[in-house]
């Protein structure tokens, strides 16, 4: 069964850098099946994707224009698990953050695993 | 980027009866491969967004047959044949077919 665990602060001080993690267990992290999303909810946004990397022989990465340049997903191999940092960040920025699994296996199989949810507000 | 359009925006259904909620995507969700990439999920009260249905009509792992999903192109449908108490929530639709990925308004499904 493929679990994801997110951790990291609820709070940040603006201008500073929103780092949150993401935890894999029942996949790898580097599996040819999978991409590993970021999304966001707040009540002016909804539901909103904000980037994924994945391994296809080597590492891709995909972003939202919305954050673009401030934001990095980094895969760890060596502990199964993603981080996110999202620099400079703004009240804009407050938000329920979620990783979650997007699954292929020959065919797609959707946004299949989610994590718990991130609370994060940026507040001074 | 793809904009996807959900109704409506509030669904006050009464237990047994049918509900059926519409997503709407400005470009065709069909993919060069053949399939088209829309899916549906569900948030719960307190909880993550999970998987209902994907890539159109296929329902996921432990997803009730009283849910059902329809449409090609840029229409789709979100069928519950009928409704239980445990339906509450709100639905999103999330196109797929490219990135940015792009989800719906959301639909909140309540009962009367």
């Known amino acids: 069964q493929v679990q994801l665990q997110q951790s990291g602060p609820g709070l940040v001080k603006p201008s500073q850098t929103l780092s949150l993690t993401c935890d894999i267990s029942?996949?790898?992290?580097?599996?040819?099946?999978?991409?590993w999303n970021w999304i966001r909810q707040s009540p002016s946004r909804g539901l909103e994707w904000l980037g994924r990397?994945?391994?296809?022989?080597?590492?891709?990465?995909e972003y939202a224009i919305s954050v673009g340049s401030r934001m990095t997903i980094n895969p760890d191999t060596s502990k199964n698990q993603l981080t996110l940092h999202l620099n400079s960040v703004t009240p804009d920025d407050t938000a329920v953050y979620y990783c979650?699994?997007?699954?292929?296996?020959?065919?797609?199989?959707?946004?299949?695993?989610w994590g718990q949810g991130t609370t994060v507000t940026v507040s001074s | 980027d793809i904009v996807v359009t959900q109704s409506p925006l509030s669904l006050p259904v009464t237990p047994g009866e049918p509900a059926s909620i519409s997503c709407r995507s400005s470009q065709s969700l069909l993919h060069s491969n053949g399939y088209t990439y829309l899916d549906w999920y569900v948030q719960k009260a307190g909880q993550s967004p999970q998987l209902l249905i994907y890539?159109?009509?296929n329902r996921a792992s432990g997803v009730p047959d009283r849910f059902s999903g329809s449409g090609s192109g840029t229409d789709f449908t979100l069928k519950i044949s009928r409704v239980e108490a445990e339906d509450v929530g709100v639905y999103y639709c999330?196109?797929?077919?490219?990135?940015?990925?792009?989800f719906g308004g959301g639909t909140k499904v309540e009962i009367k």
């Open positions: 890539l159109v009509s």
């Open positions: 990397t994945y391994y296809r022989s080597k590492w891709s990465h």
């Open positions: 999330m196109q797929a077919v490219q990135v940015p990925l792009i």
């Open positions: 029942g996949d790898s992290v580097s599996s040819n099946s999978a991409a």
């Open positions: 979650a699994r997007q699954w292929w296996r020959g065919s797609y199989f959707g946004m299949d695993v």
